[in-house]
């Protein structure tokens, strides 16, 4: 029911936030992608590459998202406090749940206009918090933090002004009333075990993405029968290897296999080099470009081992 958060969120509000508000969102949201490749592609992974997206589907699509989260976490019989892996997490990382929502308190009082306050899990499995504009979060590309969140707090002035006025800080007093910790518990650790984690991880690994541009301008003309781009940038395959293999993988994905198979990596790019640079026969070429596409789908699946 509408009026099933009250006191402290009133039946008003909430008819209005969701029913005008986040449909909003959704309307728009497949208004956006209706025709596109993305109409088919999972939510979680069109807000990974939100700076591409545009901003009808960033937004939107982060609207979407962060709502429903929002709305999953709260109930009219919260249970108060966090049990099992997250109660231990809670207090490892943050001393104590005051602290923790404290510091949530802070993120959310802080954001300048609109936007969130999350609790996330971080791409080394790690609970931090942090806040986000408008209706972005910790999954996009444009977020300096990321990972995967499990509890958001809406600080849009559509969320509580109507009973609240410009009192934010009495607002957020008030979630805490109807924020279920059993919810946020489930969400904790579905994060620690989804794939999803893994690939944020490998997102933010700038070297990884460096050498995935050059890789795909070169190697999909060679698909088509053009060696053209592979012998004017084999040099910088090259370079772009040794430099991926020298890099620090980022945490949270499996340094030991991942290092070994870009070793190969960065020495098949160099034989590739050298072929060019040799003016070996078409075909050789053609082949070392495929071979190093297959060992750098190798790297890619070591990430997500």
């Not at 700076?51 to 249970?79: C, K, M």
């Not at 910790?138 to 009973?163: C, F, N, S, T």
């Not at 993405?209 to 029968?225: I, L, S």
Request: contains cysteine.
């Amino acid at each position: 029911a509408y009026n099933a958060l009250e006191p402290a969120i009133d039946a008003r509000t909430m008819d209005i936030h969701y029913n005008r508000h986040h449909q909003a969102y959704v309307n728009n949201l497949n208004k956006a992608v209706a025709g596109t490749p993305l109409a088919t592609v999972p939510l979680e992974v069109i807000l990974m590459g939100a700076s591409r997206r545009g901003d009808a589907v960033r937004n939107n699509g982060g609207g979407h998202y962060n709502h429903t989260l929002f709305w999953e976490i709260l109930s009219p019989t919260a249970a108060r406090w966090p049990t099992g892996a997250l109660a231990d997490a809670v207090h490892q990382t943050f001393g104590s749940l005051d602290s923790l929502k404290a510091l949530l308190n802070q993120a959310a009082a802080t954001r300048f206009g609109s936007g969130w306050a999350w609790l996330y899990v971080g791409i080394d499995g790690r609970l931090a918090v942090t806040s986000s504009p408008n209706q972005d979060n910790p999954i996009m590309d444009v977020m300096p933090q990321r990972g995967i969140p499990i509890l958001g707090i809406d600080v849009w002035e559509h969320a509580y002004y109507l009973k609240y006025q410009n009192k934010r800080g009495d607002y957020l007093a008030g979630i805490w009333d109807v924020l279920d910790w059993k919810a946020v518990e489930a969400k904790y650790e579905a994060a620690l075990k989804d794939p999803l984690l893994r690939r944020i991880a490998r997102d933010t690994w700038t070297e990884l993405k460096d050498f995935h541009a050059v890789m795909a301008q070169t190697f999909h003309p060679a698909e088509e029968g053009d060696l053209g781009p592979v012998k004017a940038r084999a040099a910088e395959l090259a370079a772009q290897a040794t430099r991926l293999k020298a890099s620090v993988i980022p945490p949270g994905l499996p340094a030991d296999g991942v290092s070994r198979s870009l070793e190969k990596l960065a020495v098949e790019a160099e034989a590739l080099h050298k072929m060019v640079r040799k003016h070996k026969k078409d075909e050789a070429i053609r082949q070392a470009i495929f071979s190093l596409h297959d060992r750098f789908h190798e790297v890619m699946e070591e990430c997500d081992h």
